[in-house]
């Protein structure tokens, strides 16, 4: 999956660059590239930032706003017969669960479900936090990647709006992986299996 996130060259991005193409300055053909298509990646957004500094130009942070970033779409896959399987057998048990829930006070056999128990549910509950925390964690962890951690491995220094931006990008690409592990994680976990509701059904 492609995570590459790229910028849209607006019009005040634009005239920043023909300003720099008027000082002389040497430009990369990737850069010249990058601003015809109007779309930049990390390497040229990154020459543009420096070279407004020479020009006296406003801060990169300055330029961006939300309509500029242009995120990585997910893939997405067409579900496979053991998919639809699994669906349909979800399905399945959560009719029978439902089912239950109307009828445990008519069968006596029904009354405490193994979901109707109170460490159940707070069993439950703490996945649901676990997964939440270990979410921000590494979110977290992602934009001090892009803030910090770029910064140190390029032993080079970048101003702040710069090192915001790098850190943005970092904590959306690892959100958007997070979320997808997630969901993938919650769909086996709601994997059926048999239920002990099947068997008072079929008694």
Known sequence: ?????TIKVDQSMSDLFQRIKKSQIDIPVHVS?????KLLDFEALKWFSQQIKVIDGPPLHTLLKEDNFILP???VVEPSPEYREKMRLLEERLKNKAYDAMTKNVDFRRVKLPEDTIAFQIKQINKQLIAVVQFLISTAAGFLFGFLGIELILNTTFDLGFKLLLGIIFALIIALAEIYFLAKKLAEDFEPTELMGNKLHQE
């Not at 999956?1 to 996130?5: A, E, G, L, P, S």
């Open 1 to 5: 999956m492609d995570y590459n996130v």
């Open 33 to 37: 590239e990058c601003f015809s298509a």
């Open 73 to 75: 779409s997910p893939l």
